[in-house]
């Protein structure tokens, strides 16, 4: 994939890592910070926004089964993975009308899984010239409001 000018994602080398999965805490503690970030929790699995985002959007699905690989799913759960992909992608198609998807897994650290233990699919939507326009936001605070403004409006979605 195309690397996009995200400088936003400096934050994510300063900042610290936490203790334990951030699937397993999302899933399991809706009071935890990144529990904020989901927008749907569908049987079996969860959608949460990428904290630092290659495009709006950009969201990560995961399987609830804490497993560091896809051949590590057995056939229920990666059915049920797709699944969630599908719709991830109808919803995302409805709500901000990208003209195409990346959709991908980095499996592995070595090829830039941040969380290699619990296996996730990234879904990147894109736009014609979206390596061009992408503002150049130096406040975090900005991406924030953006991220929990994406948030509710992909929530929204998800529940109808
Ligand atoms: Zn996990």
Redesign the pocket.
């Known amino acids: 994939m195309e690397r996009l000018w995200a400088p936003w994602r400096m934050t994510y080398i300063k900042e610290e890592p936490r203790p ?6 999302a ?1 399991n503690d809706p009071s935890d910070p990144d529990a904020e970030l989901v927008v749907w929790r569908p049987e079996g699995g969860l959608v949460l926004l990428n904290k630092f985002p290659y495009n709006p959007g950009h969201v990560m699905v ?1 399987p609830a ?3 560091a690989g896809l051949e590590d799913l057995d056939s229920p759960e990666s059915a049920a993975l797709m699944s969630t992909l599908g719709r991830t992608i109808s919803v995302l198609r409805q709500e901000l009308k990208p003209e195409g998807f990346n959709v991908g897994a980095n499996i592995g650290r070595v090829a830039g899984a941040g ?1 290699p ?2 296996v996730h699919l990234h879904v990147v939507p894109r736009w014609n010239g979206d390596t061009n326009f992408m503002p150049v936001l130096s406040e975090v605070k900005v991406v924030n409001e953006h991220l929990v403004a994406t948030a509710e409006k992909l929530r929204r979605a998800f529940a109808s």
């Open positions: 334990g999965c951030l699937f397993c805490r899933l995961a089964a804490h497993k969380i233990d619990h």
